[in-house]
């Protein structure tokens, strides 16, 4: 009876030291999957907070290059707004000293 005793005690202390090392290497992997899961969570913070970043940054380049665009289209409005007239002139001038196209000379 001693002997069973002694040999479930003993059973019991192994059993006891499997399952505490069991629990340790649960304990340890536990950590290892937090630490990667805060660093998962960080990368994806810098990532949003890069790609916000960026996009601000190539929003006010286009804004910067439309307004270029802008400024541009405006002058060459201005220029062809300013030179109307003239064409007009010249378009007329052309016209009233053309030549007839056919050689009547305006007689049917």
């Not at 030291?17 to 950590?31: A, G, H, M, Q, V």
């Not at 002058?75 to 007009?88: A, E, F, G, H, K």
Request: glycine content about 4%.
């Amino acid at each position: 009876m001693i002997y069973v005793l002694i040999a479930l005690m003993a059973s019991s202390f192994i059993f006891e030291y499997w399952l505490l090392t069991k629990i340790s290497k649960l304990d340890k992997e536990n950590k290892m999957l937090q630490k990667a899961l805060e660093a998962l969570g960080r990368d994806t913070n810098n990532f949003q907070a890069g790609a916000t970043r960026d996009s601000h940054s190539q929003r006010k380049e286009l804004l910067i290059e439309v307004k270029r665009i802008n400024k541009k289209v405006d002058i060459m409005r201005r220029d062809i707004m300013n030179s109307l007239p003239t064409q007009i002139r010249k378009v007329i001038g052309h016209i009233e000293f053309a030549r007839p196209l056919d050689n009547s000379n305006g007689r049917r």
